[in-house]
């Protein structure tokens, strides 16, 4: 999928992203993410496939203009996405902007949520440690996140802190990805703090690895405040 997106966009555009991306101090961020598959689909584990039966829907958001006009020109000119090396046909293509109205927001994730540090043992070696929400450290790293991307975007720091709230049942989700695990967590959010950094969260993806289809969410309810 992150192959077939960057196939889906300006040849110049998808290098810089791919070798660059925005930087902010150490790190470097690709303000993209994506959507799992939609559909209905059936897993044939004999010879390693899914099957889609019906129409198959994909989000893709991102807080870069640039990044969505040359997405949709691309895929309404060519008329097809390439997964691997089939050409699957391009039906229809919505362009939305979602807007944070105000510092409270209610949002599901249409891909698990990553948030990990990496930590050292007492012999040296390193080993990842990923958060779930309602952790005692997940609040902090969430916050430093978006902070991380808005700076990656504007070149200024941004103030506040975003508190995280965990609606119903957070589902742990593993992932093989390229030969790596990767731990993230499905569900409803309560997201409250600053609406620019609402705004980044929502438009770049929540937690990390992003641009490896994780942390894409929605708006579920805009939470009005009272007084």
Not at 101 to 117: A, M, R, W
């Amino acid at each position: 999928m992150q192959g077939a997106i960057y196939n889906s966009i300006d040849n110049k555009l998808a290098a810089f992203l791919h070798d660059q991306g925005f930087a902010a101090g150490s790190r470097n961020f690709k303000l993209f993410t994506f959507s799992r598959l939609n559909g209905p689909f059936r897993i044939q584990k004999e010879n390693n496939s899914i099957t889609f039966s019906d129409e198959m829907k994909l989000v893709i958001s991102s807080p870069y203009d640039d990044f969505c006009q040359s997405l949709v020109n691309i895929l309404l000119t060519r008329g097809f996405m390439f997964f691997g090396k089939s050409g699957v046909p391009i039906n229809k293509v919505y362009l939305k902007k979602m807007e944070i109205e105000g510092e409270k927001v209610i949002v599901k994730t249409l891909s698990p949520i990553v948030l990990y540090s990496t930590l050292l043992r007492s012999d040296g070696r390193k080993y990842t440690c990923y958060f779930q929400p309602g952790d005692p450290d997940y609040g902090q790293l969430f916050t430093e996140n978006l902070k991380k991307k808005y700076l990656a975007i504007y070149g200024r720091k941004p103030l506040g802190e975003v508190n995280v709230k965990s609606l119903g049942t957070q589902k742990l989700r593993v992932i093989n990805y390229k030969n790596f695990i990767v731990k993230g967590y499905s569900g409803k959010l309560e997201l409250q703090g600053p609406q620019e950094l609402l705004q980044i969260g929502l438009d770049s993806g929540l937690g990390s690895k992003n641009s490896q289809g994780f942390g894409c969410v929605e708006i579920v309810e805009k939470v009005k405040e009272r007084g």
